[in-house]
């Protein structure tokens, strides 16, 4: 099973839409979440933590169940803008460690 | 936001020479770097873990010989693909976390450098 697994897409939604990413992971000792936005050629940005008890971010809403170790990622009132690659990401218990990146979920958000 | 500044951003080079990557932390101090490779519509995987004063932790199936990582300061690493093959051609990115801000647990990229291997 691979570290952190998502739906690779791609996800076409008009403008407006509501829509959901999910991701899982495969270590149960992982203790930080987060999701990255990734434009074409560009290097990864985070978008936003994702804390136990969920948190918003605006229009971004992400959601973490650790009993059934998946991650979520719901974006409403989509905009061209939010075209682009979300990584799911994952950081190892403890220490100094590297994150675990998900080959990422390709959304094009289109007029 | 910290900063992790990237050079160069793209490099054409010649089968057989090698190319030297540079990333550093601008107003942060890194103990720990780290190189990951994206090949196209793959994801992030790690390479290296770069250690400043200290010998780099390789990936498995990663060529420490090939792939050469020096880590010589606080605020620099650099990563050097030497005798490179088209097959290196990729999109080579650094990062690294404020080592005051560890249990934010955020990575900061460098902007990236696309080698380009003829």
């Known amino acids: 099973r691979k570290e952190v697994e998502q739906d690779p897409g791609p996800f076409n939604v008009p403008e407006g839409a509501t829509v959901a990413f999910n991701c899982t992971y495969s270590?149960?000792?992982?203790?930080?979440f987060f999701w990255y936005r990734q434009d074409c050629r560009k290097e990864p940005k985070l978008l936003m933590s994702v804390y136990s008890s969920g948190n918003e971010d605006g229009r971004f809403t992400a959601q973490l169940n650790r009993a059934s170790q998946y991650i979520s990622l719901l974006i409403r009132d989509s905009k061209l803008s939010d075209s682009a690659t979300y990584l799911c990401?994952?950081?190892?218990?403890?220490?100094?460690?590297?994150?675990?990146f998900g080959k990422g979920t390709r959304l094009s958000v289109i007029a | 936001g910290a900063v992790v500044s990237q050079h160069p951003s793209r490099v054409i080079c010649k089968s057989g020479t090698s190319v030297k990557i540079e990333c550093r932390s601008l107003?942060?101090?890194?103990?720990?770097m780290f190189w990951y490779r994206q090949f196209p519509k793959q994801s992030l995987m790690l390479m290296a873990t770069s250690n400043e004063g200290s010998k780099a932790t390789y990936e498995q199936g990663v060529e420490k010989d090939k792939f050469l990582i020096n880590h010589a300061s606080l605020t620099l690493s650099t990563l050097t693909v030497t005798s490179a093959h088209p097959e290196d051609s990729s999109f080579y990115i650094c990062?690294?976390?404020?080592?005051?801000?560890?249990?934010?647990?955020?990575?900061?990229f460098g902007e990236g450098s696309r080698l380009t291997v003829l």
């Open positions: 990062s690294a976390r404020d080592q005051t801000q560890m249990n934010t647990g955020e990575l900061f």
């Open positions: 990401v994952v950081n190892a218990p403890s220490g100094n460690t590297p994150l675990v």
């Open positions: 107003d942060f101090q890194a103990t720990t």
């Open positions: 270590n149960s000792a992982s203790q930080s």
